[in-house]
């Protein structure tokens, strides 16, 4: 069994400004996954609920990877008997799951954050990127960007957006994470480099004058709209309960559909400011009916464009837990 195979399809999975918030550990046929809160974003993601999503869309990876090489996964969430909060999948040989689409989707799934052509995704894809959350855990509302109502939701992006960047803490925070140079991305092997941002590459002290220059609310606001206007649909994730389980099954249902978009042709990116801002998410929350339980976390935009540079991973050896 090619554990560390499995642990490197994992590490493939989206995380919020690439913190790659995870670490892993290997006991026979056994893996660990924990949340490395070293990692975590506590302007942007305070309860690190975006944390536990990401940490869900690495499971979903290795699970769907185990599954199509003979195994079948048995997962534990938050078992007791850990010394540690993890999620324990312990691996047996005798699943074969026929998921060839979406587990090779893994290795080419990128977060395409440019403008997409704004050609419509047809019907009967849209319904396969439904179907694609197989968690009852999980709802999702879908909005097209040609009707209506994608209208109320635009608003809700950008008047989080303009909360978000006239906070100089998320500005920081989103500094800190922002990799710009050649150099900072080579050494560092996270967060958000230049070239998947659409910068080009520039010392550290002229990317922060260029941010802080030129990045201000209203421009990023009406940024958003035009991305969310070249996108073809916006899917909302929402959880039946809010709190980690449901966390991560909002990652891991997301995952699922994000490689069946890749495995289509379809890009996709997050444009999740009204999840973020909790007074957003409210007003969202009830501008879409949830039930009192319930909890609207992810906002994906998706569509068709230019595949760009993949985000980089950090090596094997940064992210092994020794046991």
């Not at 999975?13 to 070293?38: C, L, M, R």
């Not at 092997?189 to 030129?214: C, H, N, Q, S, Y």
Request: glycine share 4%; proline share 5%.
């Amino acid at each position: 069994m090619n554990t560390q195979k499995l642990i490197h399809y994992a590490t493939l999975a989206p995380s919020g400004h690439n913190t790659q918030p995870w670490k892993f550990s290997v006991n026979e046929n056994v893996i660990h996954i924990y949340p490395d809160f070293s990692r975590c974003l506590p302007v942007v993601d305070p309860d690190d609920h975006a944390l536990y999503i990401s940490l869900g869309c690495a499971l979903e990876n290795l699970i769907i990877a185990a599954g199509q090489i003979g195994h079948k996964s048995i997962v534990d969430y938050f078992p007791k008997d850990e010394k540690e909060e993890c999620i324990r999948v312990t691996l047996n040989e005798n699943g074969n799951d026929d998921v060839e689409d979406i587990y090779r989707a893994i290795t080419v799934r990128q977060s395409n954050r440019s403008m997409y052509n704004g050609k419509e995704i047809p019907d009967d894809d849209v319904q396969k990127l439904r179907d694609a959350n197989v968690y009852d855990t999980v709802n999702i509302n879908i909005f097209k960007t040609n009707d209506k109502d994608i209208e109320p939701i635009i608003e809700f992006v950008k008047e989080a957006n303009r909360i978000q960047f006239n906070d100089k803490r998320f500005v920081q925070e989103l500094i800190s994470w922002m990799r710009f140079s050649k150099k900072e991305m080579r050494n560092r092997k996270d967060g958000l480099t230049a070239e998947v941002m659409g910068f080009p590459f520039v010392p550290r002290w002229l990317g922060r004058i260029i941010i802080k220059t030129f990045v201000k609310p209203e421009r990023e606001a009406s940024k958003c709209e035009k991305q969310i206007r070249s996108s073809s649909i916006m899917m909302l994730f929402i959880g039946k309960k809010n709190d980690k389980k449901h966390w991560m099954d909002i990652g891991r249902s997301f995952e699922r559909v994000a490689l069946t978009a890749t495995s289509l042709g379809i890009a996709h990116a997050h444009i999740n400011m009204p999840c973020e801002v909790v007074s957003i998410r409210e007003k969202l929350a009830r501008h879409i009916g949830v039930t009192e339980n319930e909890e609207p976390l992810l906002l994906i935009r998706f569509g068709y464009a230019k595949k760009l540079p993949r985000s980089p991973r950090r090596p094997m050896k940064e992210i092994m837990k020794p046991l």
